[in-house]
């Protein structure tokens, strides 16, 4: 029986345990739509045999060894992954996100930080080069390194050479692909390092219509579970948990792949130059102002918020929840902007 399948049961019965709320408590009814499945472990149904069991189905469908539901976020992946891998000397980049640093300081390990170069033209991160990937290695004796692909603004590095690069030279890839869950299921986005990367991270709720703070471990080395358990609450939250099985099904289903297809097309309509390597990460520019002064244009005027701003250039990004009614209000000022 699917994880989803076990919430939905609704026989229960007089549960004197936890969640304390047995259903029926003030607290819980104001979010009883939410909390519905808010279910105890010792209701009999073993979500744990489900959620193992979703599991598995999702290793199947991305082509991993391990894949495992995160509830809290991309950031508990980049710590158990790093606890997994047994890393004693870690190559992290120098501006990564906050939880790269704090993973190795938790494993007792070593850092060695690294730099990445800037795009001149627009201001943002590239991804790391696989020659500058070698040269690290090759540098150092570090046993493993961090990697983010895609950037924060949709640049991809190539995790397929880098995963060879290190796996040559006996080092563990670890990606951090928090932004980049749609990849698996496109051919008209760079290419995921699930299959490749010992481990990937993936946020589902940052472009794959997940909730907050949902995501995915994926692992081709130990099993990650040991260390997973080191830091997730005992307590598992089942809904959240039932959400990313259902979350998965659907971005492997044919309607999720027309969803994708769909974002994309839309975005290839609005013929716009591409700075990037992630058509979904939307790059603006314009000759006569600032990538703050177009943020506050877009903002003001068009009522469009953007996810991150530079000096140089502003960047949309898109999910699978950008909807029609999104693009026609993004059209509307581009011709405004662009005129
Ligand atoms: C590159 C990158 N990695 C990891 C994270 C952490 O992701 P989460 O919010 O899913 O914990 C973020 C969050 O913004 C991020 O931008």
């Known amino acids: 029986m699917s994880l989803i399948a076990v919430l939905k049961k609704n026989n229960r019965n007089k549960l004197f345990t936890t969640p304390s709320h047995g259903g029926n408590f003030c607290i819980y009814h104001k979010f009883y739509q939410w909390y519905?499945?808010?279910?105890?472990?010792?209701?009999?149904?073993?979500?744990?045999?489900?959620?193992?069991?979703?599991?598995?189905r999702?290793?199947?469908?991305?082509?991993?060894?391990?894949?495992?539901?995160?509830?809290?976020?991309?950031?508990s992946g980049i710590i158990t992954a790093v606890i997994a891998s047994k890393a004693k000397k870690v190559l992290?980049?120098?501006?990564?996100?906050?939880?790269?640093?704090n993973a190795i300081k938790l494993a007792g390990a070593e850092k060695v930080e690294y730099s990445v170069e800037i795009d001149n033209k627009t201001g943002l991160y590239k991804a790391i080069s696989a020659n500058q990937a070698e040269n690290l290695i090759k540098g150092c004796n570090a046993d493993s390194i961090i990697i983010t692909s895609p950037t924060y603004e949709g640049y991809a590095a190539d995790v397929?050479?880098?995963?060879?690069?290190?796996?040559?030279?006996?080092?563990?890839?670890?990606?951090?692909e928090a932004h980049g869950a749609l990849y698996p299921f496109s051919d008209e986005l760079p290419e995921s390092a699930v299959k490749y990367a010992d481990y990937t991270v993936q946020s589902l709720h940052k472009t794959a219509g997940g909730i907050n703070p949902t995501a995915l471990l994926h692992s081709n080395d130990n099993n990650p579970s040991e260390a997973?358990?080191?830091?997730?609450?005992?307590?598992?939250?089942?809904?959240?948990?039932?959400?990313?099985?259902?979350?998965?099904?659907?971005?492997?289903?044919?309607?999720?792949?027309?969803?994708?297809?769909?974002?994309?097309?839309?975005?290839?309509a609005l013929n716009l130059p591409k700075y990037n390597d992630d058509i979904t990460k939307?790059?603006?520019?314009?000759?006569?102002?600032?990538?703050?002064?177009?943020?506050?244009?877009?903002?003001?005027k068009y009522k469009i918020e953007d996810e991150r701003t530079n000096e140089k250039s502003t960047m949309l990004l898109c999910g699978i929840g950008t909807d029609k009614k999104m693009f026609e209000r993004l059209k509307k000022a581009l011709k405004g902007i662009y005129k």
Do not use: R
């Open 160 to 176: 397929k050479l880098i995963s060879e690069i290190c796996h040559k030279n006996n080092v563990k890839l670890i990606v951090d």
């Open 36 to 56: 519905k499945s808010d279910i105890s472990e010792t209701d009999t149904h073993n979500p744990q045999e489900a959620l193992d069991k979703a599991e598995k």
């Open 58 to 75: 999702a290793a199947e469908i991305y082509g991993t060894k391990y894949t495992k539901f995160l509830t809290n976020g991309s950031t």
């Open 92 to 101: 992290v980049w120098d501006n990564s996100h906050p939880c790269h640093k």
């Open 228 to 268: 997973l358990s080191l830091i997730n609450t005992t307590s598992p939250a089942y809904p959240m948990l039932a959400t990313i099985e259902a979350n998965v099904n659907f971005l492997n289903s044919s309607q999720g792949k027309k969803y994708i297809k769909k974002l994309i097309d839309n975005i290839k």
């Open 282 to 300: 939307i790059v603006l520019m314009h000759p006569e102002l600032s990538g703050y002064e177009l943020s506050s244009v877009l903002f003001d």
